[in-house]
């Protein structure tokens, strides 16, 4: 059964220290693993796409890393709006549902 | 930038009651997909739309549930008797390809009485 996994369930940061996120899946032939920002009361909330291992994506304060187990979203010197859930899905067979982690809970305080 | 619309943002219904949740996808998208989140869970696939018709249901879109796109720009999720466990935050979902991301709407709070 595909699967995916997030760690930690809560993370608290003080504003400009960094940390790293981390999903691990079991999804058999991969097609794409994706980070999604989840607000309160929000949707999720698009940010990455990783296709293959060694894949690196970027955006502001955030990276995403790829190997061929797990994913890793690093947070450099967070800032207090970045204060969100991060949630990571996996496609299943044929590009239909995705199968989302549960998310961690960031909170970075000034 | 498009976004993907839902309505109402929070839908309060007695048990047994017929409810319609509302989407309107980015528009020129052609995969369409509607989740849900109980509340302090994780985010649940229901079921996915293509081509005007159903690719994909998960156990939980069982008979009291059904998906429709009746025009152009509208897909709707209808449970037609509500059961206290169906109360839930459920998203629309659509993308344009079969690689490219989903993107979600804001959700509607379904909350069953």
């Known amino acids: 059964e595909d699967q995916v996994t997030q760690s930690p369930e809560a993370l608290r940061l003080q504003e400009g220290e960094s940390s790293s996120l981390n999903c691990s899946y079991t999804?058999?032939?991969?097609?794409?693993l994706f980070w999604y920002r989840q607000d309160p009361g929000k949707g999720p909330e698009f940010l990455f796409t990783?296709?293959?291992a060694g894949e690196e994506k970027e955006k502001e304060r955030l990276k995403a890393t790829l190997t061929k187990k797990e994913s890793f979203l690093h947070i450099t010197a967070p800032k207090p709006e970045d204060s969100a859930t991060y949630l990571c899905?996996?496609?299943?067979?044929?590009?239909?549902?995705?199968?989302f982690g549960t998310g961690t809970r960031l909170l970075v305080s000034p | 930038e498009p976004e993907v619309t839902q309505t109402p943002s929070h839908q309060v219904t007695q048990m047994g009651q017929e409810v319609i949740l509302r989407c309107v996808p980015i528009?020129?998208?052609?995969?369409f997909y509607w989740y849900r989140q109980i509340l302090g869970q994780k985010v649940e696939f229901l079921v996915s739309?293509?081509?005007?018709?159903?690719?994909?249901k998960s156990e939980i879109f069982d008979d009291q549930f059904s998906v429709e796109r009746p025009d152009g720009s509208n897909f709707t999720l209808k449970i037609r008797s509500t059961k206290l466990e169906d109360s839930a935050m459920y998203f629309c979902?659509?993308?344009?390809?079969?690689?490219?991301?989903?993107?979600f709407g804001d959700g509607t709070r379904l909350s069953i009485l």
């Open positions: 999804v058999s032939g991969l097609r794409g």
């Open positions: 528009s020129n998208h052609l995969y």
């Open positions: 739309f293509y081509n005007n018709e159903i690719s994909e």
């Open positions: 899905a996996a496609p299943s067979t044929g590009f239909q549902k995705l199968v």
């Open positions: 979902a659509s993308k344009s390809g079969s690689n490219q991301p989903q993107h």
């Open positions: 990783l296709y293959s």
